[in-house]
């Protein structure tokens, strides 16, 4: 069965970065397209972009444009997300959320069980 | 971008009843390419339903969508005990992709 594991929650300092990890199991990663999406506390959820897992090319939102790098490792079945400069308005939820259509429509079928990342002083 | 609104903000229901939500798109949702989703506390999102009216694998049929443009409808025909949690609308017509706030249905 489809299966998106990410890594443990975070806690950081406002300006540093964090690394979020997406390992995928169950079907060919390689032949799909990985999103991220964030839920802060009393938010919309909020697309932050997308990685091609085949190609390795990416999309991100342009609210986060120059802070979100979204990279994959295939021999690892793993994408990750890594945001920078960060303040407390990132203090969120982050998942990792597979594309139904295995293109970059936007559909999420599978989703990681989510990631806490608190930014604080 | 195209801005979600859901209403109402909350639902209070007794299991049984009928629950009809509501989401309204900024703009045209072309294709019909709206989503519906399941969230309870501390869980991810679940798909329920695509393309406006298509139930996602595995997804009971008591759960409906229906609505074209900009007005798109969910419906719970018979609420089950494990159904009340909070639901969104997004659209995945246009980049970037977009949520609404989202409908609490909790318990009466």
């Known amino acids: 069965q489809v299966q998106l594991v990410q890594s443990g929650a975070e806690v950081k300092k406002p300006g540093a970065s964090v690394k979020v990890s997406c390992k995928a199991s169950?079907?060919?990663?390689?032949?799909?397209?990985m999103h991220w999406v964030r839920q802060a506390p009393g938010q919309r959820l909020e697309w932050m972009g997308w990685?091609?897992?085949?190609?390795?090319?990416?999309k991100n939102s342009q609210k986060f444009q120059g802070r979100v790098t979204i990279t994959r490792d295939t021999s690892a079945n793993t994408a990750y997300m890594e945001l920078s400069s960060l303040t407390s308005e990132d203090t969120a939820v982050y998942y990792c959320?597979?594309?139904?259509?295995?293109?970059?429509?936007?559909?999420?079928?599978?989703w990681g069980q989510g990631t806490q990342v608190t930014v604080s002083s | 971008e195209i801005v979600l609104t859901q209403s109402p903000g909350t639902l209070s229901l007794s299991p049984g009843e009928r629950a009809t939500l509501s989401c309204r798109a900024s703009?045209?949702?072309?294709?019909?390419?709206l989503a519906w989703y399941q969230q309870k506390p501390g869980q991810a999102p679940r798909l329920l339903i695509y393309?406006?009216?298509s139930r996602a694998t595995g997804i009971p049929d008591r759960f409906s969508g229906s609505g074209s443009g900009t007005d798109f409808t969910l419906t719970i025909s018979r609420l089950e005990p494990e159904d009340f949690a909070v639901f969104y609308c997004?659209?995945?017509?246009?980049?970037?992709?977009?949520f609404g706030g989202g409908t609490n249905v909790e318990i009466k």
């Open positions: 703009q045209s949702v072309s294709s019909n390419y």
């Open positions: 393309g406006s009216s």
């Open positions: 990685i091609s897992a085949g190609y390795g090319n990416t």
């Open positions: 997004q659209q995945y017509d246009s980049s970037p992709v977009t």
């Open positions: 959320a597979r594309d139904r259509m295995g293109a970059t429509l936007g559909l999420f079928d599978y």
């Open positions: 169950g079907y060919t990663f390689n032949n799909s397209v």
